[in-house]
Each structure stands twice: as structure tokens, then as C-alpha cells.
T-cell receptor, first 116, second 113 residues
């Protein structure tokens, strides 16, 4: 079954304690992305990756890191989490075909993070 | 910059009522337009899309028409069901160095029996 998986689904942590949220896709997609979802703001892009070893900042990258060592995995790292990073996080993937617009993004189930 | 505006709701309708969720956009160029749906406790999934002016996207009884002259992509359904209760996101995609997707704030829909 084609899917994007994220772990953990729920996480409560304390300020400053490093954490990693994993994301994996089994569709051989080149493009992967992380979003955060906050009430009234919709989804905002944190980081994206167009292929292995190619990553770039989205609209709200401060306080986050990512890596793309393998095509299927795109972990999100919070080196020193703060309460303003409490949010619902989504990983997404899609193909990235040059010259083709409107590739559908496939989303993971979400990770609800609370930073105390 | 590019942006998407949609009615925030929440919207509450009775079963079999007609649904319209308004969406307008601002973009330099010609974006593709999407509606994504998020059911409770789940990630977003594509509901429908349109890639050029006057295209109509449709799926599961929902429809939306890409109106370039009014920069709009309103979502409609003739008869909603309880199972349509979800959050609906309008989005646009611009071809820059990659397919950047910009989402609206989402509209929460509750359908009551």
C-alpha cells in the first residue's frame, strides 16, 4: 500500500530536549516536505527536499533541521524545542517531474507535538 | 506574495443541504488549484484539482471550477452527508524551482443528521 508514515504520532516533551520525528514514504517520490498546522494559519512549509542530499528552507524553518540521506526518509529534527513549536506536524511527498505542474502531495497521518 | 483566502467557518449544515466554501487566490502567473480534505485524526488527502482556467475538478460529488477572471475556486456539493464532516483546505501550486504549494487556513465543516 502506498503511504507516508510518521513516528511518533504523539509526543510530549520539555523545553530544550532534542527530538526527531521520522517520516518515510514507499512511493519512490523525489520530493518530500514538512509542514506545521496551527489554528487559523493553515499549513506552513518548514523544509522541503527535491532529492537525496538536496534540502532547502520553506516559510518557517527557524528552530528546525532536516536531512535526506536516503530517498525514502526525511526526518525532522528539533535541536532545542521551545513551547512555540507546539503544533501538529505533517510530512508529505510527491513526484517531481520537471515541466509538470500539479503533482498530488501525499500526506502522513500527522504528529502532535507538545513542548512544555 | 502568492496567497489563498478561504472562509474559515466553522460551517454547520444539515444533511442533504447545499454546500459552498469560498476560495480566492492571489498569484503572479498561472497556478494550479487544489482542494484537500482532512478527516478527523488523519492527514490531508487530495479531493480535487484544476490546472488551467475554466477547468472543473470533481470527486465524490464535490466540484470546483477554476475562474481566472475572479481568481476563485469555490467548492460546492449539492447534498452533503454526515461523512463529509471534515476540514477543507484550498491550495495553489506555483511552478518555481519546485512545486511550491500554498494552503489556505482551512474551513471546518460539520454536517448534522
Amino acid at each position: 500500500e502506498a503511504q507516508v508514515t510518521q513516528n511518533p504520532r504523539y509526543l510530549i516533551t520539555v523545553t530544550g530536549k532534542k527530538l526527531t520525528v521520522t517520516c518515510s514514504q514507499n512511493m519512490n517520490h523525489e520530493y518530500m516536505s514538512w509542514y506545521r498546522q496551527d489554528p487559523g494559519l493553515g499549513l506552513r512549509q518548514i523544509y522541503y527536499s527535491m532529492n537525496v542530499e538536496v534540502t532547502d528552507k520553506g516559510d518557517v524553518p527557524e528552530g528546525y533541521k532536516v536531512s535526506r540521506k536516503e530517498k525514502r526518509n526525511f526526518p525532522l529534527i528539533l535541536e532545542s524545542p521551545s513551547p512555540n513549536q507546539t503544533s501538529l506536524y505533517f510530512c508529505a511527498s510527491s513526484t517531481h517531474r520537471t515541466g509538470v505542474l500539479a503533482d498530488t502531495q501525499y500526506f502522513g497521518p500527522g504528529t502532535r507535538l507538545t513542548v512544555l | 506574495g502568492d496567497s489563498v483566502t478561504q472562509m474559515e467557518g466553522p460551517v454547520t449544515l444539515s444533511e442533504e443541504a447545499f454546500l459552498t466554501i469560498n476560495c480566492t487566490y492571489t498569484a503572479t502567473g498561472y497556478p494550479s488549484l487544489f482542494w484537500y480534505v482532512q478527516y478527523p485524526g488523519e492527514g490531508l488527502q487530495l479531493l480535487l484539482k484544476a490546472t488551467k482556467a475554466d477547468d472543473k475538478g470533481s470527486n465524490k460529488g464535490f466540484e470546483a471550477t477554476y475562474r481566472k477572471e475572479t481568481t476563485s475556486f469555490h467548492l460546492e456539493k449539492g447534498s452533503v452527508q454526515v461523512s463529509d464532516s471534515a476540514v477543507y483546505f484550498c491550495a495553489l501550486s506555483m511552478k518555481t524551482s519546485y512545486d511550491k504549494v500554498i494552503f489556505g487556513p482551512g474551513t471546518s465543516l460539520s454536517v448534522i443528521p
